[in-house]
């Protein structure tokens, strides 16, 4: 069974950074699709980033283009979010997702597994 768990969320002040962690067990890292996933109070989840099996392929959504990188470390069964110039409207609760295709999916049914969530507050 793979388990998901997040980790790096919590508090920081508009136009800070964090990096989260979403440590993977229990499956082969390396063919699994991984993506960040958020739900803010009151909407729906939302897609962030994903990144494909080896990593050579990265989506993202347009709100965090050029603020967020995904990235993997395939030796160390983890995948990161780097996020930079947060805004209030970043805060949500982040998911980290894994997925047996190997595309960079936007979909969130293209994910089997689910972590717990992190939560991530920007105060402006």
């Known amino acids: 069974q793979v388990q998901l768990v997040e980790s790096g969320g919590g508090l920081v002040q508009a136009g800070g950074s964090l990096k989260l962690s979403c440590a993977v067990s229990?499956?082969?890292?390396?063919?699994?699709?991984m993506a960040w996933f958020r739900q803010a109070p009151g909407k729906e989840r939302e897609f962030v980033a994903a990144?494909?099996?080896?990593?050579?392929?990265?989506e993202y959504t347009y709100s965090v283009k050029g603020r967020f990188t995904i990235s993997r470390d395939n030796a160390k069964n983890t995948v990161y979010l780097q996020m930079n110039s947060l805004k209030p409207e970043d805060t949500a609760v982040y998911y980290c997702?894994?997925?047996?295709?190997?595309?960079?999916?936007?979909?969130?049914?293209?994910?089997?597994?689910w972590g717990p969530g992190t939560q991530v507050t920007v105060s402006s």
């Open positions: 997702a894994a997925g047996g295709l190997p595309l960079a999916s936007k979909s969130g049914s293209t994910y089997d597994y």
């Open positions: 229990g499956g082969n890292f390396g063919r699994l699709a």
């Open positions: 990144t494909s099996w080896s990593g050579g392929r990265t």
